[in-house]
């Protein structure tokens, strides 16, 4: 490595690898990301942004940076969580925290989601640094991503950053995506007798009540497959997905209390808060009938759907500039958080959605040109001229 105060995309990319920064709603895999977040303020620092770290309110270990370069009105932010999911190192056959080039690709965690995109944009950069800008260029690098979302929960709650465009470097194949479904996640906990159960009348069955909590959740999931339909999708419609189930001890026991855990994924137009309502109100009487206490409740904060416009600004000129149609994508990203602070959004990035989260996560090196020109077209148009 030729010094690390302004390094080249390998060198950065290799370095970022290097430092883990796992995040899991598991606590015993969750782990800080400053680490990632002191290189990348260094880096940018030492090309002339002006960087600030901002803390995570309710995560010590954890913060955002928002790097500035120029200042006025508009000016495009280079988005990307600095977060990788866990990995799994036996299914790994390289080193997931060393760069290593085979196959033309360059393998390791978070190539592709999405460390890869910091050193692409800092190249991207890199060239215009003793030029004028009249907007301003903000890389920004945020935490949580993967777990919580609570890095861009605080930049929203913070307003920032403000500028007028928001690429997100997440990975889409160099495809612009405009819209994303959200995702709630949901868990219904009900509490019932524990009895012999010889004789039914002994306790209250938390199972049976869970049997029509379920038949009440499917009639829910088809009402709104009739009420929402978008055929932006390739799924159409909401879906719910019953996940997981836990109850009793015993086949002899009546069971005292059981825990249903599900997911909605939201169209956009639909609002969380207004269907965990609704069901609530199909729910909680289910309570009173069979005489157990039954709750609903948010696992997770939910993530709202990404409602795009297919023909705004940012996505034309993405389509121009990549050769590719917008599209819609099934998982979700921060884009919803940036949108409702007002930038015209798009999700674009150089990796494939089907080498995240996986083992061997790598990026193409047939790649990295083309989003290297895609950034510096989007830094000339937005904050260039
Ligand atoms: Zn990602």
Redesign the pocket.
């Given at each position: 490595m030729t010094g690390t105060l302004q390094p080249d995309f390998t060198s950065a990319l290799s370095r970022l690898i290097e430092i883990p920064s796992v995040s899991s709603t598991l606590p015993e895999l969750d782990m800080g990301n400053m680490p990632v977040i002191h290189e990348l303020a260094g880096w940018l620092e030492n090309m002339g942004f002006h960087c600030e770290i901002m803390m995570v309110p309710e995560a010590p270990q954890k913060a955002n940076l928002i790097a500035t370069l120029g200042s006025g009105p508009g000016g495009l932010v280079l988005a990307?969580?600095t977060?990788?999911?866990p990995y799994n190192a036996n299914r790994w056959s390289f080193d997931p925290f060393k760069l290593e080039e085979a196959n033309n690709r360059l393998y390791g965690l978070g190539t592709c989601?999405?460390k890869g995109f910091f050193a692409l944009a800092m190249e991207a950069a890199r060239a215009y640094l003793d030029q004028p800008f009249k907007a301003p260029l903000i890389i920004l690098a945020t935490a949580d991503?993967?777990s919580s979302m609570s890095g861009a929960r605080a930049l929203a709650a913070a307003g920032k950053p403000k500028a007028r465009y928001a690429v997100i470097g997440?990975?889409t194949g160099m495809i612009p995506v405009y819209m994303h479904k959200g995702i709630m996640m949901e868990r219904v906990s009900i509490i019932g007798q524990a009895g012999h159960s010889s004789n039914p009348a002994l306790g209250r069955n938390a199972m049976e009540t869970a049997h029509k909590v379920i038949s009440e959740i499917m009639a829910f999931r088809s009402s709104l497959g009739i009420q929402y339909n978008n055929p932006g999708f390739d799924v159409p419609t909401p879906t719910v997905n019953l996940g997981c189930i836990h109850g009793g001890d015993n086949p002899n026991r009546i069971c005292g209390s059981c825990r249903l855990d599900f997911d909605v994924r939201l169209l956009p137009g639909m609002d969380s808060q207004q269907l965990r309502h609704d069901l609530r109100q199909r729910l909680l009487p289910l309570a009173g009938q069979d005489g157990v206490q039954l709750a609903l409740e948010a696992i997770t904060p939910s993530i709202e759907p990404f409602d795009g416009q297919r023909d705004s600004p940012l996505i034309k000129t993405c389509e121009q500039l990549t050769g590719y149609g917008a599209e819609s994508v099934a998982?979700t990203?921060e884009a919803p958080f940036f949108s409702k602070m007002g930038m015209d959004t798009v999700v674009l990035?150089p990796g494939d959605i089907d080498q995240?989260?996986q083992p061997d996560e790598y990026l193409a090196l047939d790649r990295i040109q083309p989003t290297i020109d895609l950034l510096q077209g989007l830094i000339r148009k937005y904050c260039l001229t």
């Open positions: 990307g969580h977060d990788t999911v989601d999405m991503e993967e997440e990975p998982f990203t990035g995240a989260h």
